[in-house]
């Protein structure tokens, strides 16, 4: 199975169903938002993104045998954000996510995204 491809596909279509299972239920998970995360903070603000955005696009990618790292393009109504993901992939689920954002993007193009 294409993990990497398929958590991609399964979080920018705000498939929350196929992203809760590719998560390893010790999944580490870390960023740099100003609120502290977990797996169900993780899936909240990846459903706001899903759902506001005009269109979330992976602009680049390195894939490894343990993982990945995906850089994305968020466009919103008046900008565009990105973002940095990287992956880390065990028996077929992600056991790590280390996600870094443009915050000062962010903050302009999708305001409040991570404040609820």
Do not use: C
């Amino acid at each position: 199975m294409d993990v990497i491809g398929f958590w991609t596909r399964s979080w920018t279509s705000d498939d929350r169903t196929a992203v809760r299972k590719l998560l390893a239920p010790d999944v580490e998970v870390e960023w740099n938002l100003d609120t502290p995360v977990d797996d169900e903070e993780l899936m909240q603000v990846q459903h706001r993104i899903a759902a506001f955005a005009d269109s979330v696009t992976v602009a680049g990618e390195t894939l490894a045998d343990d993982g990945a790292t995906l850089v994305y393009d968020l466009v919103a109504p008046f900008g565009t954000a990105r973002m940095v993901e990287f992956l880390a992939v065990d028996g077929g689920r992600i056991t790590e996510v280390r996600q870094v954002y443009d915050v000062t993007l962010l903050d302009r193009y999708f305001p409040g995204l991570y404040d609820a």
